[in-house]
């Protein structure tokens, strides 16, 4: 088993306890993903909950589009996407208003 390829950590609080200090050894892999963020406003400009964000992938070659999938916002009205850009694609966001 190759322990670099790992993508997460996990450590148990209970063996944390009986420790003073801890060192950890982490390498990361260069990734090819983009971060997509924002927040999501109302009309009465205060931050919208529960707005779905629809992302959708249009290819420039011959403008099909893929939907690539939705987020809801936060508290707060934010929102984030990761995903893998691509250069011959555009992306397009919808916002669509809270249920409730």
Do not use: W
């Not at 629809?54 to 995903?83: A, K, P, V, W």
């Not at 555009?90 to 409730?100: C, R």
């Amino acid at each position: 088993m190759n322990c670099f390829k790992k993508s997460s950590l996990r450590i148990n609080g209970a063996k944390l306890q009986s420790h003073p200090e801890y060192h950890f050894d982490i390498h990361l892999e260069k990734q090819k993903f983009q971060i997509i963020n924002g927040t999501v406003y109302s009309e009465s400009q205060k931050p919208c909950a529960g707005a779905a964000v629809r992302i959708t992938q249009i290819d420039c070659r011959d403008n099909t589009r893929s939907l690539l999938g939705y987020t809801l916002t936060d508290e707060n009205g934010y929102y984030l996407f990761s995903m893998k850009a691509k250069t011959h694609m555009k992306y397009e966001l919808a916002v669509y208003a809270p249920l409730l």
